[in-house]
Structure formats: C-alpha cells, structure tokens
C-alpha cells in the first residue's frame, strides 16, 4: 500500500494505492482493508484596490485546475471502493458566490467469477468568487482527500489493487478582482505565505514524498492476511 499528500500554497496533491492477495492457507473470510490520505492549505489573504472604497465589498474572482486518474482491478469475491474530494472555504471576511468542490468515486460489489476494471480520469477547471471587502483579511483554505477501501469474501488468491492518484492537483491558475459587474483596473493581493494569488505560482519540481511534508497519511490493515508492502516514490509536480 502507499499514502502520500503534499500541500504548497495555491496547490494540493494526494495519492493512494492499494494491493492485495489472500495467500494460500490464510485463515477465515471477510477481511477488510483501507487507506487515505489527504492535504490542506490555509493562508491570509487582502485585496486593495483603489477603485473601491476601504470596506466596501469586492470580488476575488479565480480558476482552479484539477486533474487526477482513480484505477481499480479486481476478481470476483471483492467490493472496492474508492474516492476523491476536493473542498474550498473561507472565513475571516469572506463569502461564496461561486464554490469550487469536487467528488468522484467508485464502488463495485462482487459479481461472476471473471475480472473487473474500473478507470476515472478527472481533468477540469473551474472558477470561484469570494466576495471580501476592500482593504480587509481574509482567510482562504483548500482540501483534498483520497480513499480507498477493499473487502474480501473470495477463497484462497483473492486479490484486487487499486488507486486514486491526485499527486498533480490541485493547481490554481490565477485571479482578478471585480467590483459588481466591473472588471477592476488596478489592484493588488498580498498573502501572508508570499504567494502570488493574482499570476498563479510558476512551474517548479516538488522534492519526492519522503521529503514532503505529509498532512495525513492513512493506515492499511488487512485481518489475518500478510502484509505486503513497498515503498513507491514519485515525483510531483505542481504549477
């Protein structure tokens, strides 16, 4: 099995895999197995703009771009089941007009005695507006979770692996400001990470997951099966 999250602000990554056979002679049915991992990104934001009063209300108006692949292969006398979600919020000053989320998932019950393959790609954009007030904080936050989970009822051999591999989302794509229906002519954002939240951050490698900082990493466990394990490096690369 494998969970890694990576979490850089203006981007979110998480990934799960997941593998197993109920070896020859393992005792009892009805194992059961899980993993999960997730990221999150907080940070404190202010738009100025001189074409609006101090306080009155403006709009950060933004895309996000999302793209992740769910995979699943299974024999019969297995259910699996797998998900992606993607969340954004704000407090602090701050309401949706439009709120980004996504949710994709998979489950498949047992069926005939033959295999099965079940393959999501996830590639979309989509905008949000929050509307703040001029000159004033705001907080800005984005969640993204992957799961899998597998049951086992089958004879000896058993085995499925799958997978949800979000490591190359979530990105944001850039922003401008608008006041009503007015696009505003001049203006500025500051975050207190640094991060350009008007240009989108530019291209650049992400250090292998043993290297990144883990938001949440999932636990495996398969009742009187063996384990198998592996460790699985990847490169991530965000924008």
């Not at 950060?60 to 089941?81: C, D, K, P, Q």
Request: hydrophobic fraction near 40%; charged fraction near 20%; include cysteine.
């Amino acid at each position: 099995h494998y969970a890694g999250a990576w979490t850089d602000y203006g981007s979110n990554g998480a990934g799960v895999s997941m593998w197993a056979t109920k070896p020859s002679g393992a005792p009892g049915t009805g194992n059961a197995g899980w993993i999960e991992a997730s990221s999150k990104w907080t940070d404190l934001l202010m738009i100025s703009t001189p074409d609006a009063a101090e306080g009155a209300p403006v709009d950060l108006v933004f895309t996000i771009g999302l793209h992740g692949h769910m995979e699943a292969n299974r024999t019969s006398y297995v259910s699996l089941g797998g998900q992606a979600r993607f969340t954004m919020e704000g407090n602090h000053d701050g309401t949706w007009i439009e709120q980004p989320s996504l949710l994709r998932q998979f489950w498949a019950d047992t069926g005939g005695d033959y295999a099965f393959h079940d393959e999501i790609d996830i590639d979309e954009v989509q905008q949000g507006r929050l509307r703040v007030h001029n000159g004033q904080v705001f907080n800005l936050m984005a969640t993204l979770s992957t799961h899998i989970s597998g049951d086992f009822w089958g004879p000896w051999d058993t085995s499925f692996n799958a997978e949800v591999d979000l490591g190359n989302t979530v990105r944001w794509l850039g922003a401008d400001v608008w006041i009503g229906d007015t696009k505003a002519t001049s203006w500025r954002i500051t975050s207190e990470s640094g991060y350009d939240y008007g240009a989108g951050g530019p291209p650049r490698d992400i250090p292998e997951p043993t290297a990144l900082t883990l938001a949440a990493i999932g636990l495996f466990c398969l009742a009187g099966l063996r384990r198998r394990e592996r460790a699985q490096p990847r490169r991530l690369v965000a924008a």
